[in-house]
């Protein structure tokens, strides 16, 4: 008889639990928040949607070991009483599945919109022409020197003359 390692069942009873979810929308006491950095040791700071100072969240135990967050993730908190500086403990973390059903419920926050509507038409006209000025610089490759090799070329014509 083979038996599975307690935290290999605890895993797979969570990602079945979240694959399964009903989207249920949150509580009046529940707040919807982004990450903004990890603190370590299971604890995240977050900013709310209306209060502009941000604060700590705490991962219950449930979720640590087998799901993870980062910057910029979204999550489901329930404030707690004790503590003052972890005033929060993580609920549910919030997938893009559950973003669309809370805008279509009229409960997602203003302020974590991804953008109006009507920036996203112009954007798109703006992205079908092939404008290569919006990438960033690969930091694994060193720069090219564009102007040092124009130099170079002048040089190798000047002496050809």
């Known amino acids: 008889m083979h038996r599975s390692h307690p935290s290999i069942s605890r895993r797979k009873h969570l990602m079945k639990e979240m694959m399964e979810d009903d989207y249920e929308l949150p509580t009046e006491n529940q707040q919807i928040v982004r990450v903004v950095s990890s603190r370590g040791n299971n604890l995240h700071e977050v900013e709310t949607a209306n209060i502009e100072e941000n604060f700590l969240v705490s991962m219950p135990n449930k979720f640590r070991k087998s799901m993870w967050?980062?910057?910029?993730?979204?999550?489901?908190?329930e404030p707690i009483e004790e503590g003052d500086k972890v005033k929060a403990e993580i609920c549910k973390i919030l997938t893009p599945e559950h973003i669309k059903e809370?805008?279509?419920?009229?409960?997602?926050?203003?302020?974590?919109a991804k953008k109006p509507v009507q920036e996203e038409s112009s954007n798109r006209n703006q992205e079908d022409?092939?404008?290569?000025?919006?990438?960033?610089?690969?930091?694994?490759?060193p720069?090219?020197?564009?102007?040092?090799?124009?130099?170079?070329?002048?040089e190798t014509s000047s002496d050809e003359d």
Do not use: H, M
């Not at 967050?69 to 908190?77: H, S, T």
């Not at 022409?129 to 490759?141: A, F, I, K, Q, V």
């Not at 720069?143 to 002048?154: I, T, V």
């Open 69 to 77: 967050v980062k910057r910029g993730d979204f999550l489901l908190i």
């Open 143 to 154: 720069l090219n020197q564009e102007s040092s090799d124009e130099e170079d070329d002048d």
């Open 129 to 141: 022409s092939d404008c290569e000025d919006d990438l960033l610089p690969n930091t694994n490759r």
């Open 102 to 112: 809370y805008t279509k419920a009229g409960i997602w926050p203003d302020k974590f």
